[in-house]
């Protein structure tokens, strides 16, 4: 299991607890089909099992997978796997803070449910764009060569 961290949240210290044993491994599966898609590209890169990602002044989170530019370091893709205990950080407060930085997109990967939330920025927000479960394949435009089946993410046979 994961050490708990600390993430700064309009500049003020919140502590996370440690993440449990199946939140981990969602994360390292998700990782997995990211790197692979990812490739060769060179204008971005997946940083590491929340590594700090500076989104203003005050907030500097660690997401559980965040794919960045190279020339800013700016967030492009964003994804954190839910915790039972502790979501409303991940499901409203860091949500928030990913809309204010203009964060083009944003997975909310949850395990209670087996489900991911696809969030795509527009001028007015982050919108829902879809729900995926089950046989589902994760996929974005701005990762052309993902496909990641939900249940497989989970851990589900398939």
């Known amino acids: ?8 949240i309009e500049g003020f210290p919140t502590d996370r607890r440690a993440p449990g044993a199946r939140h981990e491994e969602v994360c390292c599966r998700l990782h997995a089909a990211v790197a692979v898609a990812l490739g060769g590209m060179t204008i971005c890169k997946l940083l590491a099992v929340r590594d700090e990602v500076t989104l203003d002044d005050g907030s500097r989170i660690r997401p559980d997978l965040a794919v960045v530019t ?63 479960a089950g046989r589902e394949e994760l996929t974005d435009p701005l990762l ?5 089946v939900v249940d497989r993410l989970f851990g589900n046979v398939v």
């Open 1 to 8: 299991m994961s050490a708990g961290y600390t993430e700064f």
């Open 70 to 132: 190279v020339a800013t370091g700016k967030a492009f893709i964003v994804a954190e796997v839910i915790q039972a205990g502790d979501h409303s950080n991940d499901t409203v407060v860091k949500k928030q803070l990913f809309e204010s930085a203009r964060v083009p997109r944003l997975w909310m990967v949850d395990p209670r449910y087996d489900n991911v939330e696809v969030y795509h920025g527009t001028p007015d927000g982050l919108i829902l764009r879809s729900i995926l």
């Open 144 to 148: 052309p060569q993902l496909r990641c």
